[in-house]
């Protein structure tokens, strides 16, 4: 078995940038898996939209994890899960830690928000957490883990708070003394300001050197090589695929119900056989092929076959 917490160490060591996906079932992770992404983002609000639920901590660990490891066994990349803020307190933190490193998943990353958490892009106020409370939560987690590999991820909602930059850089120096092997500096503004402003004073403060990672939803416009240029080492594409699912879904439903046939959108969907590749039917057939072949050669040797 492939060591994937190994792997994504080794991709932000190597690489430039490592290109991070978004998924919310085993067949998105295959697909961003197969166009080329380095990892897969097991997405909280992806995970909830599959379940009906908002994206406010209502759903379990019990189900993020599960949903986690789908994703992790249909893929051959790393996942991070998105643990919004650890499932509790420190005790549920440890036993988060323990069974999704046991399960094979990469990494985690957990927001530094009071449970239950709101979407980050959601409009009105959000609570962060107290620093040193989410801090110990952070020691807690590296104290647990049993592989050195396993990556734990602490993100930074100072900006979605509107609490700033000096927030932001206080509680960076808080985490990564705590242990965090990376931070997630996330923003909703409409350019990437905010976060380049956090990469410019955290590398001058010549500090532990975690890597830096970001979510450009709301200033999509940001190309990879500006945030290569600004040191951010990890960037995800948290909901893309989510909202590209949506949006295609709605569009061809409501042709098929508005013209009463299905032909008017066949051309704009993947055609069964394409669906049949990604979820590997061609190992199952050839398998059934050799079983068939297999049970043929022992029926005409006259070998008893026992169960």
């Given at each position: 078995m492939n060591n994937k917490a190994k792997i994504l160490r080794e991709a932000l060591a190597s690489q430039d940038i490592v290109k991070v996906v978004g998924a919310h079932d085993a067949l998105s992770a295959i697909i961003g898996e197969q166009v080329g992404f380095d990892a897969i983002w097991a997405s909280g609000l992806g995970i909830s939209a599959t379940h009906g639920v908002p994206d406010a901590s209502i759903l379990n660990m019990t189900e993020f994890?599960?949903?986690?490891?789908?994703?992790?066994?249909?893929?051959?990349?790393?996942?991070?899960?998105?643990?919004?803020?650890?499932?509790?307190?420190?005790?549920?933190?440890?036993r988060m830690i323990i069974e999704y490193e046991r399960r094979g998943i990469a990494a985690v990353c957990?927001?530094?928000?009071?449970?239950?958490?709101r979407n980050s892009f959601l409009a009105g106020g959000q609570d962060l957490a107290d620093m040193d409370e989410f801090a110990t939560?952070?020691?807690?987690?590296?104290?647990?883990?049993?592989?050195e590999e396993f990556m734990v991820i602490a993100r930074l909602e100072s900006f979605i708070a509107g609490a700033g930059l000096e927030d932001a850089l206080k509680r960076a120096r808080a985490y990564t003394d705590a242990g965090a092997d990376a931070l997630l500096v996330h923003s909703k503004a409409k350019d990437a300001e905010e976060v380049f402003s956090f990469?410019?004073?955290?590398?001058?403060?010549?500090?532990?050197?975690?890597?830096?990672?970001v979510v450009p939803t709301t200033y999509c416009d940001v190309e990879t090589k500006e945030l290569i240029r600004n040191q951010y080492r990890m960037v995800i594409y948290a909901n893309q695929a989510l909202r590209a699912s949506v949006s295609s879904i709605q569009?061809?439903?409501?042709?098929?119900?508005?013209?009463?046939?299905?032909?008017?959108?066949?051309?704009?969907?993947?055609?069964v056989k394409n669906v049949f590749n990604l979820i590997g039917t061609d190992d199952l057939n050839q398998t059934q092929q050799w079983y068939e072949g297999r049970l043929l050669a022992y029926r005409e040797s006259g070998v008893e076959i026992t169960r």
């Open positions: 994890l599960e949903a986690a490891e789908v994703m992790d066994k249909a893929t051959r990349i790393p996942v991070i899960a998105d643990c919004d803020t650890g499932f509790g307190e420190v005790n549920n933190v440890k957990i927001e530094d928000k009071l449970f239950p958490k939560k952070i020691e807690v987690a590296k104290r647990t883990q049993r592989t990469s410019t004073h955290w590398n001058q403060e010549n500090r532990k050197k975690v890597p830096l990672i569009h061809v439903l409501s042709n098929i119900l508005k013209s009463g046939t299905s032909k008017y959108i066949e051309d704009e969907v993947a055609e």
